[in-house]
């Protein structure tokens, strides 16, 4: 069974920056996508942003230059360093891994959530 682990949550002023970390664990063979949503209080989980294996990204308009999202493959670990941040980016963080374990395996496993917190 692989689990994610995140870290780096918290409560920051607007206009500050804050880097989640995501590390994933269990015997896995392959990891291709690592991404991050988030889900703010009554609305729906959304995509943040995602990165392939290969380093290709993919960003939610409402965070396009001021999110950066980036992976250590040799880690099984995917970062989210977020500055510049608003009121409107307060929700609980999610990360999302794709990929194969125990080789032959696939898996979509998700982290259990970190709370960003930004006050106006």
């Known amino acids: 069974q692989v689990q994610l682990v995140e870290t780096g949550g918290g409560l920051v002023q607007a206009g500050g920056s804050l880097r989640l970390s995501c590390a994933a664990s269990?015997?896995?063979?392959?990891?291709?996508?690592m991404g991050w949503y988030r889900q703010a209080p009554g609305k729906q989980r959304e995509l943040v942003a995602t990165?392939?294996?290969?380093?290709?990204?993919n960003y939610a308009d409402s965070v396009k230059g001021r999110f950066t999202i980036s992976r250590d493959n040799a880690k099984n670990t995917v970062y989210l360093q977020m500055n510049s941040l608003k009121p409107e980016d307060t929700a609980v963080y999610y990360c999302n891994a794709q990929g194969v374990f125990r080789v032959v395996i696939p898996f979509d496993a998700w982290g259990q959530g970190t709370q960003v917190t930004v006050s106006s």
């Open positions: 990165i392939t294996s290969g380093g290709s990204t």
């Open positions: 269990g015997n896995i063979f392959r990891i291709n996508a």
